[in-house]
């Protein structure tokens, strides 16, 4: 397990604004000229979750590494309106995040959990803005909720929408940042304190946006029947309390019909975290057959 998320030098940061004002927070590391894999974070969080991936030198070696937080999360800003929350909106945030730092070619999109603004967003601007996809304990799409989400992570709605009980929702937030580790007594304080505190940087009211809004599947399905390369990894079924990854893997399949599939043995939901150097070596593995590439 990692023992700090200390951001390095070569971690390029910036704030880039859309055509609707909203601002998007945006983190790259390495070389521009090498295949991208774009990395975004799960439900209530921000890119700092993927502090250490970011600096990991096989995948430095080999790819540019970007990472940014969603509108509605994290650093990013937080619009106002439903509207602003559509799957163009997210499309053209992902578009402008490549702008940003010169990414012109396809690039992978390697996503944790709440996938789907990320995924029928990016599928507005077509399939072939795509190399492949990595779900990584993944709800894929939010019409899939009902069969992925987990008793546990379908009780946890009111704590973050709680705009009149402080209690719970400082308790709620507490036990979903501590349930994403298999471990969390091993895990540093200033890494588990830190994801515990990006979940309050969400607005209760807004939340419901990300949440209820409409979702347009079209183009992501279309990708996976023309066969995008997928890569699904889970953890343990019993110690991820956040997805059914049982489920998750089965839903995923059924619209994408070049996948692969793999389990992480003893991993939670934060699984890319507990276990990186199996994670990395997985999308190392997939993302150089999806560019067909060889490891320097």
Not at 207 to 230: I, S, W, Y
Request: charged share 20%.
């Amino acid at each position: 397990m990692p023992s700090s998320q200390a951001p390095p030098l070569v971690i390029a940061s910036k704030s880039v604004t859309l055509g609707d004002g909203t601002s998007v927070f945006v983190q790259a590391a390495g070389d521009s000229r090498r295949p991208t894999l774009v990395f975004v974070h799960g439900f209530a969080l921000s890119a700092l979750v993927w502090n250490d991936i970011m600096q990991d030198e096989s995948l430095l070696q080999n790819f540019h590494l970007v990472a940014y937080d969603m509108r509605g999360f994290g650093r990013s800003g937080k619009a106002d309106t439903l509207e602003e929350y559509s799957s163009l909106r997210f499309a053209q945030d992902f578009d402008a995040v490549m702008k940003a730092f010169n990414v012109s070619s396809p690039s992978i999109l390697v996503g944790w959990y709440t996938q789907e603004p990320r995924r029928c967003g990016v599928s507005r601007l077509g399939p072939e803005s795509l190399a492949g996809i990595v779900y990584v304990a993944a709800l894929p799409w939010l019409s899939a909720g009902a069969a992925v989400s987990t008793e546990w992570s379908a009780k946890q709605g009111p704590g973050f929408l709680a705009t009149d009980n402080p209690s719970l929702a400082v308790t709620t937030r507490m036990e979903f940042a501590t349930n994403l580790f298999s471990l969390p007594e091993k895990v540093p304080a200033e890494v588990l304190w830190s994801w515990f505190g990006t979940t309050f940087l969400q607005e209760p009211g807004k939340l419901m946006f990300l949440l209820g809004r409409d979702q347009d599947t079209t183009n992501l399905f279309e990708a996976g029947r023309k066969g995008l390369p997928v890569l699904v990894i889970n953890g343990e079924p019993s110690k991820d309390k956040h997805t059914n990854v049982v489920e998750s893997a089965r839903v995923i399949k059924e619209h994408f019909k070049n996948t692969k599939q793999w389990k992480v043995d003893g991993a939670s939901h934060a699984l890319f975290y507990e276990e990186k150097e199996e994670f990395v070596k997985q999308l190392l593995d997939f993302a150089m057959s999806a560019f067909n590439l060889k490891a320097i």
